[in-house]
């Protein structure tokens, strides 16, 4: 398996390059469109041709670089069906699994930071997109998001997984890279060491966030897969 983890700043965003060693096929886990010169050269350099981009989510922080990615090399862009996204190629729900080369990736679904979120299972890793973060949770305070769906998610859809399974997440604020499902249900500031459903809703619904930068502009944006043209 060929694995890069890409980092967008700006947004504190985790991108993923999976590409497949023999077939030279690969995929991109929430492509940045911002990022999309740093990829092209990257697939370049690697030799690797771009089958499908997979969101883990429609984001509300930054815009994807999936529809630039299918003009620019025919890549497929796979959302679930409940995401809102109907420009994608592939609407995808739970228990899918996609192939690609002799990658396997298992969809499930993850829901409550958005109704359609999803989380991409590689043999030993996961990429949790902002359902599970690295000591942390997605917010649930906007895009239909539900602190108890999101309890529910995590504890039965991916605290389940092999405890050391690699936990790859969407975001990271604290420049940590990656994670095991078994330091989460131990650590977790949210959801770890036992942590009730009751105390987890109470923690978000205390939480009192911050209105998202850009959310204005990145959702009409990513529920056209990034294309849409600005409106004054
Ligand atoms: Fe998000």
Redesign the pocket.
């Known amino acids: 398996m060929i694995f890069r983890q890409l980092y967008e700043p700006e947004t504190s965003t985790y991108s993923y390059l999976v590409g497949c060693e023999r077939s030279r096929r690969a995929i991109l886990i929430d492509p940045v469109a911002s990022e999309i010169e740093q990829y092209l050269a990257l697939l370049q350099s690697l030799n690797l041709r771009l089958i499908y981009t997979l969101e883990?989510?429609?984001?509300?922080?930054h815009i994807t670089g999936a529809g630039v990615l299918r003009e620019k090399l025919g890549s497929k862009s796979v959302v679930h069906r409940d995401a809102g996204a109907m420009c994608a190629d592939l609407l995808v729900t739970e228990g899918v699994t996609l192939q690609v080369g002799d990658l396997d990736i298992e969809v499930r679904h993850t829901p409550g930071?958005?109704s359609g979120?999803v989380s991409y299972v590689m043999t030993d890793r996961v990429f949790t997109?902002?359902a599970l973060l690295i000591g942390g949770s997605?917010?649930t305070d906007f895009?239909q998001g539900d602190a108890g769906k999101l309890y529910d998610s995590i504890t039965t859809r991916l605290f389940t997984l092999p405890a050391d399974t690699l936990v790859y997440p969407?975001?990271d604020y604290q420049g940590n890279t990656v994670s095991t499902i078994k330091q989460e249900i131990a650590k977790n500031a949210r959801l770890g060491g036992g942590r009730t459903r009751e105390e987890f809703i109470a923690i978000m619904r205390d939480l009192k966030l911050a209105y998202p930068k850009f959310i204005d502009k990145a959702l009409p944006a990513n529920q056209s897969c990034g294309l849409v043209v600005e409106r004054d």
């Open positions: 883990t989510h429609v984001h509300a922080d930071h958005t979120c997109g902002d997605g917010r895009q969407g975001h």
